[in-house]
T-cell receptor, first 115, second 109 residues
C-alpha cells in the first residue's frame, strides 16, 4: 500500500507554545488529507478534512483558530496546534487518499504532550 | 449521521481459538468498510478493505464480511495467536471515514 509519514513522531512542549506536525504522502498525490485525534483508550475522531489548495473543513467542536491546517501541496499537509495547553495532549494521526473512492492511508501518528 | 458500533469492547481468548469481532453501522450508503489493527501507542495497520459491492475479503487467517443491507460486518480470526493481541478498529466510509470504538483482543498463550 501507499505510504504516509508524519513528523515528528513525538513532541513535548510547554503550555502556550505552538507545535507543527507534518504529514507527507511519499509515493502518491494526496488530493485529500485528514487529521484525526485519539485520546487514550478511545477511538479516532476526525478533526478536519483538507483538499490541496483550499481551506480545511473542520468538524463540529474543533476550533479552527487553534488547530491550523495547511495543505499547500499534493504531498504535504501540516497541523499547527497554537497556544497548546495540557488538554491538547493527544495522539494525532493524519491520513491521505488520492481519489474520492480510493482507500485512505494512515500515518504512524504523532504523540503530543503539553506540560 | 453515521454511527459505528463494535461489539464486544474487549475479548480474551486462549491461543488457538477462532473468534469473531462484530461491527455495525447505521447508514448503509457507504463506499467501503475497513478493518484496522492498532497496537498500544502505535498507528493503524490496515488489515482488510471491503468495497461496498463486495461481500467479503480474506487475508491469511483473517476474513472480513460485509452485509450492507443489514449494516453489519464481521472480522473472523482463525487459529488466534498471542501476536494477534491488539485493538481492532472498524471504519466505514461514506463521505468521511467514521471509526468504531474498537475491540481490544487479548490472546493468552
Amino acid at each position: 500500500g501507499a505510504v504516509v509519514s508524519q513528523h515528528p513522531s513525538w513532541v513535548i512542549c510547554k503550555s502556550g507554545t505552538s507545535v507543527k506536525i507534518e504529514c507527507r504522502s511519499l509515493d502518491f498525490q494526496a488530493t485529500t488529507m485528514f487529521w484525526y485525534r485519539q485520546f487514550p483508550k478511545q477511538s479516532l475522531m476526525l478533526m478536519a478534512t483538507s483538499n490541496e489548495g483550499s481551506k480545511a473543513t473542520y468538524e463540529q467542536g474543533v476550533e479552527k483558530d487553534k488547530f491550523l491546517i495547511n495543505h499547500a501541496s499534493l504531498t504535504l499537509s501540516t497541523l499547527t496546534v497554537t497556544s497548546a495547553h495540557p488538554e491538547d495532549s493527544s495522539f494525532y494521526i493524519c491520513s491521505a487518499r488520492d481519489g474520492t473512492e480510493h482507500e485512505q492511508f494512515f500515518g504512524p501518528g504523532t504523540r503530543l504532550t503539553v506540560l | 449521521k453515521q454511527e459505528v458500533t463494535q461489539i464486544p469492547a474487549a475479548l480474551s481468548v486462549p491461543e488457538g481459538e477462532n473468534l469473531v469481532l462484530n461491527c455495525s453501522f447505521t447508514d448503509s450508503a457507504i463506499y467501503n468498510l475497513q478493518w484496522f489493527r492498532q497496537d498500544p501507542g502505535k498507528g493503524l495497520t490496515s488489515l482488510l478493505l471491503i468495497q461496498s459491492s463486495q461481500r467479503e475479503q480474506t487475508s491469511g487467517r483473517l476474513n472480513a464480511s460485509l452485509d450492507k443491507s443489514s449494516g453489519r460486518s464481521t472480522l473472523y480470526i482463525a487459529a488466534s495467536q498471542p501476536g494477534d493481541s491488539a485493538t481492532y478498529l472498524c471504519a466505514v466510509r461514506g463521505g468521511k471515514l467514521i471509526f468504531g470504538q474498537g475491540t481490544t483482543l487479548q490472546v493468552k498463550p
